[in-house]
């Protein structure tokens, strides 16, 4: 059983950081992608970043290029979302997802977690 389990969310002022992490069981972790994605109230999932965990390669939404940073430890089976000069338009709930291939398209993710809140206060 596929299961994606977030943690690292939480309350912080903007132009601060957060850590999230994404711990995977169920399938063979250096054979997907593991994307993060994420939801504010009253908006559609969007894709944020996205790793190919066979060779790094990585993938990030305009909104967070220069600001986030993904990584993969295979060994420990977790992706990580390294968030910093957080912004409010930052607040949302995160979700991890895993897919064939490394996209930000939601459509393309084969299972997701249940989701980290996440919320910039000005």
């Known amino acids: 059983e596929v299961q994606l389990v977030e943690s690292g969310g939480g309350l912080v002022q903007a132009g601060g950081s957060l850590r999230l992490s994404c711990a995977a069981s169920?399938?063979?972790?250096?054979?997907?992608?593991i994307g993060w994605f994420r939801q504010a109230p009253g908006k559609e999932r969007e894709g944020v970043s996205c790793?190919?965990?066979?060779?790094?390669?990585?993938y990030y939404a305009d909104s967070v290029k220069g600001r986030f940073t993904i990584s993969s430890d295979n060994a420990k089976n977790t992706v990580y979302l390294q968030m910093n000069s957080l912004k409010p338009e930052d607040t949302a709930v995160y979700y991890c997802a895993v897919g064939p291939v490394a996209t930000l398209f939601r459509e393309l993710m084969d299972y997701w977690g249940a989701g980290t809140l996440v919320t910039v206060s000005s």
């Open positions: 790793i190919r965990t066979s060779d790094g390669s990585t």
């Open positions: 169920g399938f063979t972790f250096d054979n997907y992608a």
